[in-house]
């Protein structure tokens, strides 16, 4: 259980700073919000 606790978590910090990135770059803020 903490295995998978572990994977889940590193996960979501992966893709809050994937989109942290992308909101960076003015260019594909239209694109996050399509896509979202």
Known sequence: ???IYS????QFIIENTILHKLTRRSVLNPLKIILL
């Open 1 to 3: 259980a903490n295995i």
């Open 7 to 10: 994977l889940v978590v590193t």
